[in-house]
Every structure is written in structure tokens, then in C-alpha cells.
């Protein structure tokens, strides 16, 4: 099987709080907490996906980000290729457009939420 191209967006505020949703429980990796993200589409660089994706699932337009990590992961069902980008600035107001729950959380909240694997190593650098 191909593996398959994602797009995460670490969103941090100006008081160095991250934005999490939580996956609905019937997708892959569901009931576990995320970063706003996804699929990247066909002719879509990874950079353009991490733009879409916080515009439909959190409502938000990032202004100052950068990549943080390209990395594989994989779980077995499913093999994926994650850009984790980081996002310290930002227009308009977070509001889940999913129905999904959605939290602001500091660094130390964060590493008591539950996530998928392929997180964890993001989660020790930020
Ligand atoms: N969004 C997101 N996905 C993650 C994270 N960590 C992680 O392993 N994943 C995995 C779970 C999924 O297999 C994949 C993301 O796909 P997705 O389900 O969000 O895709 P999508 O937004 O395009 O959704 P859909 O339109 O296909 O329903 O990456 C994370 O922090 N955020
Ligand atoms: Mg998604």
C-alpha cells in the first residue's frame, strides 16, 4: 500500500497555548486527541494542505509558520507521511467547524492528553 501524505498544524497563541480537537470515534486513530490536519489532495504541496485544512476544520488562516518535522509513521493498518508544521501566528478565531470538541491547552496539559503514536515525538520538542 502507498503510504499516505498528511498535513498537521501545532497552533500556538500568544500565550504559548496549543490548539487540540479531539477525532471523532469512528475514524482512524479515533477518540484519541489531535493537532488540526489531514489528507494532502492531489496537486496540493504540504504547505497549501496545512493552509486548507486549519481554514475547514478550525477557521483559522495561518500567518507565520514554518515545518517543523517530515516524518514517517507507521501503524500497521495504515502508513503515513507526516509534516508537522508550526504555527506562532494566526488570523481570526478557532472555532471547530466539525462539531468536534476543541481545547487551548499549555505544554504541561498537553502531555496528559491522550494522542496517536506518531505525535509523540513532536509533542517532547514543542
Ligand atoms: N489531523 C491529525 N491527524 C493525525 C495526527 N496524528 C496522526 O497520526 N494523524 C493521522 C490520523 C489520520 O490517519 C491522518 C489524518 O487524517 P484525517 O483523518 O485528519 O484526514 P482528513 O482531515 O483529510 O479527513 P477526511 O476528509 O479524510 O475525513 O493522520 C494529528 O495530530 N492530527
Ligand atoms: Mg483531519
Redesign the pocket.
Known amino acids: 500500500m502507498k503510504n499516505i501524505d498528511i498535513s498537521i498544524a501545532v497552533v500556538k497563541n500568544t500565550q504559548n497555548l496549543f490548539l487540540i480537537c479531539l477525532r471523532p470515534d469512528h475514524v482512524h486513530q479515533g477518540g484519541k486527541w489531535e493537532f ?3 489528507k494532502i489532495k492531489k496537486n496540493e504541496s504540504a504547505e497549501q494542505a496545512m493552509l486548507r ?1 486549519l481554514k475547514e ?1 478550525v477557521a483559522i488562516t495561518a500567518v507565520d509558520y514554518r515545518l517543523l518535522e517530515s516524518t514517517f509513521f507507521d501503524y500497521g493498518d495504515k502508513q503515513l507521511n507526516l509534516n508537522f508544521f508550526l504555527v506562532s501566528q494566526f488570523d481570526g478565531e478557532a472555532l471547530a467547524q466539525e462539531g468536534q470538541r476543541m481545547e487551548w491547552v499549555n505544554k504541561a496539559e498537553l502531555l496528559t492528553y491522550s494522542f496517536p503514536d506518531a505525535n509523540a515525538a513532536i509533542i517532547k520538542k514543542l
Do not use: A, Q, R
Request: proline share 20%; aromatic share 0%.
Open positions: 488540526p490536519g489531514g485544512e476544520e
